[in-house]
């Protein structure tokens, strides 16, 4: 999650909570989500929520692609129930916009957000990792609702 101002200034980025018992797949920690975004709705009153819209990807196993699914739902619920306004993205909508004609790969968002963001690279470093393109897409996908005024 990135925080954009009206200028396209960073104010900020997060990774979503989650918990992780034993045995068990990650799950998102949804009480510090709702607390999250309603710091967010009451510090940021105007703020539009920019989230990409998750399709089917052929090979994902039924499991995963109903817990993609289950963790999309999870994560608008809350956004409603917090009063965020928010919009989908497409990826092939503003991949090509904000990364290339291609859309590109995971790489090639992380030196786009790198050219766009050069004073905030590090935060889509992840320590003796290299970059994370999690957090880089989001900047692009910010950057982009911002320069479209969604």
Do not use: Q
């Not at 989650?18 to 309603?38: D, P």
């Not at 109903?66 to 989908?88: A, C, I, P, Q």
């Not at 880089?136 to 320069?147: K, S, T, V």
Request: glycine share 8%.
């Amino acid at each position: 999650m990135v925080l954009l101002s009206s200028k396209g200034t960073v104010l900020g980025h997060r990774k979503l909570d989650t918990t992780k018992e034993k045995k068990e797949r990650k799950n998102y920690n949804l009480e510090k989500l709702a607390a999250v975004f309603s710091h967010i709705k009451k510090t940021y009153p105007n703020i539009i929520v920019c989230i990409e819209h998750l399709h089917a990807i052929p090979g994902l196993g039924a499991l995963a692609g109903f817990m993609r699914g289950y963790s999309m739902g999870m994560l608008e619920m809350l956004l409603v129930d917090t009063e965020l306004d928010y919009v989908k993205v497409i990826p092939s909508v503003w991949k090509p916009v904000m990364v290339g004609i291609s859309g590109g790969d995971k790489k090639e968002a992380i030196l786009a957000a790198a050219r766009l963001f050069p004073d905030d690279i590090w935060r889509f470093e992840k320590p003796r990792k290299g970059y994370d393109d999690n957090i880089a897409e989001a900047m692009l996908i910010a950057e982009y609702c911002r320069r479209r005024a969604l």
